[in-house]
């Protein structure tokens, strides 16, 4: 049967098979006439474009490399262009000159091109827009006498890898294919002029791409008349290996949570649920993977309510120390008020541990009974209870079945089989 991408909204897709079918949420009707799909056999000339990135993990967007590095592995030649912008209050911040006009090439495990630019211009809406569109055409212009031109770019985010892609296709002809991954659409941080630009890439776009239903389902009511087909994002490499299968220590009983430290990850309603069940309980502990601008706050927090010793804050890891703190903890919680999909979930249950996660829209369809626990967003009550059940329960869910269920559904191979059914006919005469 060949992929296909329809509607259904009631159909919720769990297993990287389903989200390969492409299972597209169609403009405002219950049911569209299902659009067959050619698969893919031949190699394709890819680049990849990022709205952020910059190394393999972390804030940079690992998710972008992962995507790149199934590809590359199931035979297309693939880059990663990233054209980056500054304004002189980001020299000073970070302590780092500009290499203006400066085309690098690394190897992040794919070919990775880079180019910064420096913005003179004051902040007015569309400028940072314009600039990383300037910047993305030199960047690409140098790509291709080098590497010769693509057949397809693929955007990863409208705002603004998405604006370079539709600069590149009106520019070189290149048609790209869009995939979202921001919060800022479910967050309602979007301002109309970026909503409107937005709009322009999605129509430009030959294909467009939800990692899960939900966001599917929210963009195209925001889109009207634009089609979102689903297609989950892959596992690392990490996260294959042998090593994601290793068992925790009896003692303590560890809970572990890897984000970013930024409001919408919800660290301050899960420490606090944390405190309420189980201040003082040493033999209950709390791993907090990551880093961000709330890391002092959350500190302090801990200190105040009593649970700093049963606390421990790891700050940012490598993907395979990601692999790590998950593997030897017992259970994996997240409590998000928004999420696009839910990488460190599927991460979580790689590793075999059964997972608490809040009802943020993309990890949704990742959880299940077999597999953890789903409650509510903002709800420090029903998050507490929840963390308490899974303390007492967490030994009753099978993990070799949930790390198996995990790589048979978010594989690299996968993501690429599905990727290539989904592309077949773009850039193709």
């Known amino acids: 049967m060949s992929p296909r991408c329809g509607h259904d909204r009631g159909t919720v897709l769990s297993r990287q098979a389903k989200f390969a079918a492409g299972a597209a949420v169609g403009a405002g009707r219950e049911a569209a006439a299902d659009t067959p799909c050619r698969t893919a056999a031949a190699s394709r000339h890819i680049v990849a474009i990022p709205s952020w990135y910059k190394t393999a993990r972390g804030s940079g967007g690992g998710y972008f490399r992962d995507q790149a ?3 590359q592995a199931a035979g297309h030649h693939v880059a990663v262009l990233t054209p980056d912008i500054y304004t002189l209050r980001d020299i000073g911040r970070r302590g780092a000159a500009i290499r203006r006009g400066a085309t690098r090439v690394a190897d992040d495990g794919v070919p990775t091109w880079r180019r910064e630019m420096l913005l003179l211009a004051p902040r007015l809406p569309y400028r940072n827009a314009a600039g990383m569109a300037l910047c993305g055409l030199k960047l690409f212009g140098v790509y291709c006498r ?16 998405g604006v370079v892609a539709l600069a590149i296709k009106r520019r070189y002809g290149v048609p790209y294919v869009l995939t979202e991954h921001s919060t800022a659409f479910a967050q309602g941080s979007m301002r109309r002029w970026e909503h409107r630009l ?13 990692p899960s239903p939900h966001l599917a389902a929210l963009l195209t009511r925001l889109y009207p008349g634009s089609q979102w087909c689903c297609l989950a994002n892959p596992l690392g490499t990490a996260f294959l290996e042998t090593a994601a299968a290793a068992h925790p220590p009896a003692a303590p009983f560890v809970f572990v949570t890897a984000a970013r430290m930024t409001p919408e990850k919800g ?55 990601v692999r790590d703190a998950l593997a030897t903890a017992h259970a994996f919680v997240l409590a998000s008020e928004v999420e696009t999909f839910g990488v460190v979930v599927i991460e979580a249950l790689a590793c075999g541990r059964p997972v608490v996660v809040t009802a943020s829209g993309g990890p949704d369809h990742l959880v299940e009974a077999g597999n953890g626990l789903l409650v509510p967003v903002g709800d420090r009550a029903a998050l507490a209870a929840a963390l308490d059940e899974m303390r007492r329960r967490a030994a009753d869910y099978d993990a070799a079945a949930i790390r198996a269920a995990s790589l048979a559904a978010y594989a690299p191979d996968g993501f690429a089989a599905g990727f290539a059914a989904l592309t077949a006919a773009v850039g193709r005469v």
């Open 69 to 71: 590095l199934a590809l």
């Open 146 to 161: 080098g590497e010769g031109r693509p057949e397809l770019v693929h955007a990863h985010a409208a705002l603004n890898a």
């Open 198 to 210: 937005a709009g322009r890439v999605v129509r430009g776009a030959a294909l467009c791409i939800a």
């Open 267 to 321: 660290h301050v309603l899960l420490l606090q649920a944390f405190a309420e069940r189980f201040r003082g309980d040493r033999s209950t502990r709390l791993r907090l993977v990551g880093d961000g601008p709330l890391r002092g706050r959350l500190e302090q927090m801990c200190r105040e309510t009593g649970i700093a010793g049963q606390v421990e804050f790891t700050g940012t890891l490598t993907a395979e120390g």
